[in-house]
């Protein structure tokens, strides 16, 4: 980031009462200066930082405003701020730790770029649909308190490739100006390997030109693509994000996890937990879900507050029927 756009980042983090914002820009500034070895200049900025810090006995995290889109970007993006958080997710203790790092490494991204490092924020999510892709980025931008921008591809992808190159741009501008969470769903829609013949010249400008603007971005916002299709997309993409985090169907502890979780406010002690989870493989961690809210409404329905196991059996075939069709 150069010196223009720091002073940019600060003045808005400024007015924007984000003091964490403020001093997390403060240490990229000393970085920067330790890096061209003015390094009584970085010292400087540190100690003002440390002391800014340790006159606070306990800091305010509350959410970042959310500005709504102005011009072409509010086209390009549809923005919220998410309740979700990372408790509200069944995971593997694999993908639970690391989330948490990127979590950890954003919250405490002031003694990462004090050292002249950069925290992980540019994350490439793969897996199958209805896996927790879409449901993580909720869950960063919640945990985090930043506004959640999802990249609409309906009006990103134009017949005029050349056009499409444009909008990108105006995305990751915004992405310095407003510091967020920004998701690039079916990722794969621009992510195709270049070589494939059914392409054409202008997709892999495109391509490219996403390659250019994420390799250059120095904002501070987190940058989650995710993609159905991990086999489609160029080789060329995966060195340029930070992590590469698979997704897979439930085995058989998530999945007792999505149940039990979705059902604790009913009477469920007749429920034979391990038949149920057997009976939802091959089915993703959504359609287990919408299959416990299904039993849920069957027995709300009936006036009564216990789950049995007919209405979760019922329910299971009925989303194992629909994801066959």
């Not at 100690?47 to 995290?61: M, N, T, Y």
């Not at 017949?159 to 499409?164: A, D, K, N, P, V």
């Not at 969470?181 to 054409?200: L, P, Q």
């Amino acid at each position: 980031m150069t010196a223009s756009k720091h002073l940019i980042a600060l003045l808005k983090s400024h007015i924007a009462r984000d003091d964490d914002r403020f001093l997390s820009i403060a240490m990229q500034v000393a970085a920067h200066e330790a890096r061209k070895g003015h390094g009584q200049v970085a010292q400087q900025v540190r100690e003002l930082v440390d002391q800014a810090r340790s006159g606070k006995v306990e800091r305010s995290r509350q959410p970042v405003p959310i500005a709504q889109p102005k011009g072409e970007l509010a086209s390009l993006v549809a923005v919220s701020f998410s309740e979700t958080r990372l408790k509200s997710m069944a995971l593997t203790d694999e993908l639970e730790q690391q989330l948490k790092r990127v979590i950890v490494e954003q919250r405490q991204q002031h003694k990462i770029l004090e050292r002249g490092l950069q925290p992980r924020r540019k994350l490439l999510l793969v897996g199958p649909p209805g896996s927790g892709k879409t449901m993580t980025a909720s869950a960063l931008a919640g945990e985090l308190h930043l506004p959640l921008f999802t990249v609409v591809f309906d009006t990103l992808i134009t017949r005029f490739m050349g056009e499409t190159a444009s909008k990108l741009r105006v995305i990751f501008e915004a992405m310095t100006e407003t510091r967020g969470v920004y998701f690039f769903d079916e990722f794969d829609a621009i992510g195709a390997r270049r070589s494939e013949r059914n392409d054409v010249g202008e997709i892999r400008r495109v391509l490219n030109s996403y390659l250019q603007f994420l390799e250059k971005d120095e904002s501070d916002s987190l940058i989650i693509a995710a993609t159905n299709h991990v086999e489609l997309l160029d080789p060329a993409l995966f060195r340029r994000f930070d992590d590469v985090i698979q997704y897979n169907l439930p085995d058989k502890e998530v999945t007792l996890k999505i149940l039990q979780t979705r059902l604790v406010g009913f009477e469920t002690g007749e429920i034979d937990w391990q038949v149920s989870a057997e009976m939802t493989a091959g089915l993703s961690q959504a359609e287990i879900s919408r299959a416990a809210d299904e039993a849920a409404k069957r027995a709300i329905l009936t006036d009564r507050t216990n789950i049995t196991n007919d209405d979760l059996s019922v329910s299971i075939q009925e989303r194992r029927s629909a994801t066959h069709k």
